[in-house]
């Protein structure tokens, strides 16, 4: 995973609150497209950028393969499902659906 630690240790008070902007608008995006039960809707695309966007502030560099590989790591290890999964069972399914459409990646 191209993970920096550097930027979390050199990360802004700024920055730090933008991330967590970011993920809060995320999951808000993501809860309102898992209603719908729609990976392809526009809503769910948007929580998918979302993602990409949260993820380039850890990243030091972004891939769609990555993207759909950690994805694919929220549903198979358990706490990040419990993490997803915590206000509406399904969820990081759901999100690992829709960051495969937004990257063009298969399951």
């Known amino acids: 995973m191209n ?9 802004t008070q700024e920055e730090y609150e933008e991330v967590t902007r ?3 608008k995320m999951l ?4 309102e497209a898992l209603k ?8 769910a695309q948007r929580a998918a950028d979302l993602h990409k966007q949260w993820l380039t ?3 030091k560099e972004y891939s769609k ?3 759909a590989g950690l994805a694919q790591m929220y549903v198979d ?8 999964d915590k206000q ?3 969820t990081a399914e759901f999100l690992r659906d829709a960051v495969y459409i937004y990257t063009g990646q298969k399951k």
Request: glycine letters at 4%; charged letters at 35%; zero cysteines.
């Open 3 to 11: 993970w920096s630690n550097e930027k979390l240790k050199n990360m």
């Open 22 to 24: 970011l993920e809060k």
């Open 28 to 31: 808000d995006s993501l809860a």
């Open 36 to 43: 719908d039960g729609d990976p392809a809707s526009d809503t």
């Open 57 to 59: 502030y850890y990243w």
């Open 65 to 67: 393969e990555a993207h």
């Open 77 to 84: 290890d358990e706490r990040f499902k419990a993490y997803y």
């Open 88 to 90: 509406q069972p399904g």
